[in-house]
């Protein structure tokens, strides 16, 4: 267990690559048009060269980020899940005929990006002296895999998690992973949930069984459609008090009403310390409490720790039903 001490998490809340390129070209439809045409690995007008392109334009933008957030003494920087995503795979406009060979285009440019981005993390982390995290497509074996990464202060690779809970689309072209991963590092020890893993309790009860300290949740969503509009913000509260670790949800800035937004820092008591509200980009900065033992109410300091005690009064034995896949109720 790390001794209790204080650091600085952030949440970037960025424009996404799809979302700036349209707000670059807003003025202009046929732009904005062709723009997807290009950048859609779904659809035969796919440009490789485009797409490689505008992807390095787009690390231009993340190097700007960075260093904005360099300037206000932050320890831990995340971004977004599918951060550097130079084009995607979705349904071809009207009109347009299907990409065939769309897997493997996406296989080669993600293994160009992934490789481009994981250095460029790492690079900017030793640059700046902040920890700086991410999900982004990676390609191993030739298989794409939506992968965290966490690059620590000397440049270095701490920590290279595979999303391992998929939602339908994401599942036809990525493969799961299949560990949780933690790295122990000087700000404690992190792990990753990307995105759809935080439906799943049983993540973050694997991560703090790893002793993790601070999760980081890279994502694009977190509140499904019949949900209460906060449900998603509640159930990151719930896993970081549940857990008595620390979380950073990053997602992209909103463009329209419907989509998430409120990228966060959660102390493990499950409290809101910074939020971005609203339809805009930027910074969720704050200081948070990591390691040490869980305390309650009028404990002296010689008491035991109430999460030590909590996680001895589980009751194994009785959990078999979740080893047992059911079929999908219809």
């Given at each position: 267990m790390n001794q209790p001490h204080t650091v600085t998490l952030a949440a970037a809340q960025i424009?996404?690559?799809?979302?700036?390129?349209?707000?670059?070209?807003?003025?202009?439809?046929?732009?904005?048009?062709?723009?997807?045409?290009?950048?859609?690995?779904?659809?035969?007008?796919?440009?490789?060269?485009?797409?490689?392109?505008?992807?390095?334009?787009?690390?231009?933008?993340?190097?700007?980020?960075?260093?904005?957030?360099?300037?206000?003494?932050?320890?831990?920087?995340?971004?977004?899940?599918?951060?550097?995503?130079?084009?995607?795979i979705a349904d071809p406009l009207p009109g347009i005929a299907r990409n065939k060979s769309a897997i493997a285009d996406a296989v080669e440019l993600y293994t160009w990006s992934g490789k481009l981005f994981t250095d460029w993390l790492c690079a900017s982390a030793k640059r700046t002296g902040m920890f700086l995290g991410a999900s982004s497509f990676t390609v191993r074996r030739g298989k794409i895999f939506n992968t965290g990464l966490l690059a620590d202060d000397r440049g270095h690779l701490a920590l290279s998690y595979d999303k391992v809970h998929m939602p339908q689309g994401e599942i036809d072209y990525a493969e799961p992973g299949k560990t949780y991963p933690v790295a122990d590092t000087r700000l404690g020890r992190i792990g990753f949930s990307i995105c759809y893993d935080v439906q799943f309790p049983e993540h973050h009860a694997c991560l703090a069984e790893a002793g993790a300290e601070i999760v980081l949740h890279p994502s694009g969503g977190y509140t499904l459609p019949d949900e209460n509009p906060d449900m998603g913000q509640q159930r990151l509260r719930v896993r970081a008090s549940d857990h008595h670790c620390a979380i950073v949800y990053a997602c992209f800035a909103p463009e329209s009403d419907w989509e998430p937004r409120e990228s966060s820092v959660i102390s493990r008591s499950g409290k809101v310390e910074a939020c971005i509200r609203g339809k805009k980009a930027g910074f969720a900065v704050a200081k948070v409490s990591v390691g040490g033992k869980r305390s309650w109410p009028g404990d002296k300091p010689d008491a035991p720790d109430r999460e030590a005690i909590r996680r001895s009064l589980r009751r194994p034995t009785t959990y078999r039903p979740l080893l047992t896949k059911s079929a999908p109720h219809s």
């Open positions: 424009w996404s690559s799809k979302t700036r390129a349209f707000r670059q070209r807003k003025a202009d439809p046929e732009r904005v048009q062709e723009h997807f045409r290009k950048y859609n690995l779904g659809a035969a007008t796919y440009d490789a060269e485009y797409a490689r392109a505008y992807g390095m334009e787009y690390l231009n933008y993340l190097t700007e980020q960075v260093d904005a957030a360099a300037t206000r003494g932050i320890d831990l920087l995340l971004f977004p899940e599918f951060c550097l995503t130079p084009a995607v």
